[in-house]
């Protein structure tokens, strides 16, 4: 199947700071990727639709000055979590799909900390 | 968009027992997809459904879509200790929408 990595796997940064979150798709092109969110025994939460070359789809709710998203090239989206609190602190999953009926390859996720 | 309510929240199983997982809409899905989520991982996908009352089977689990294609349910047959984990259900074209997932422990 299709692989996706995610660069940190783990991240900890003082309250502040901004952390820079890397989704690649190693073996195949993606239009689009996504960014997820998920806190301790709860489900995925969609945060965001990454396109590339266009501006990013934001979910109700989510800070676009918050979570900045660029999706340079078709292996490559950023999540910048700019500012970030201890509230910030969870689990990021990108995934992409390869097109079809939307079938999603994850990334390993990035366990960011904010002290 | 569409949300898709799943149930039950936790499953705990004596290993070799059976497991169901289901998953609700109030409205038509176009299709769905299950994922299984190990401890500390992340989402892998399982299967994806797409035609009304289809049912697809992977060794021991079994996947079916309703008739109305508003429903979904995943079954593990004889569970086993590797089955350990969150089971999600998500849907959508595009972007996916997850259910709230099931956490399946298994006492060996």
């Known amino acids: 199947g299709a692989v996706v990595s995610q660069h940190p796997s783990r991240v900890i940064c003082k309250s502040g700071t901004s952390v820079k979150i890397e989704c690649r798709s190693l073996d195949f092109q993606a239009t689009t990727m996504f960014w997820y969110r998920q806190f301790p025994k709860q489900s995925l939460m969609l945060m965001a639709t990454s396109n590339e070359g266009s501006k990013a789809t934001y979910e109700q709710g989510v800070e676009k000055d918050k979570f900045l998203i660029n999706h340079a090239s078709l292996t490559l989206s950023t999540l910048t979590v700019t500012s970030a609190h201890p509230e910030d602190s969870s689990f990021y999953i990108c995934?992409?799909?390869?097109?079809?009926?939307?079938?999603?390859?994850f990334g390993p996720g990035t366990r960011l900390t904010v002290l | 968009g569409q949300q898709v309510m799943q149930i039950p929240q936790y499953q705990h199983v004596q290993e070799g027992e059976d497991f169901t997982t289901y998953c609700n809409s109030s409205?038509?899905?176009?299709?769905i997809q299950w994922y299984k989520q190990r401890p500390g991982g992340h989402p892998v996908f399982l299967i994806q459904?797409?035609?009304?009352?289809e049912v697809k089977k992977q060794k021991r689990l079994t996947f079916q879509f309703g008739e109305a294609k508003k429903n979904s349910s995943l079954h593990i047959t004889a569970t086993q200790t590797t089955d350990v984990g969150t089971y999600f259900c998500?849907?959508?074209?595009?972007?996916?929408?997850f259910g709230q997932g099931t956490r399946l422990t298994i006492n060996p």
């Open positions: 409205t038509t899905l176009s299709n």
């Open positions: 998500g849907q959508g074209a595009q972007k996916l929408v």
């Open positions: 995934s992409a799909g390869t097109g079809g009926h939307g079938t999603q390859y």
């Open positions: 459904l797409v035609k009304s009352g």
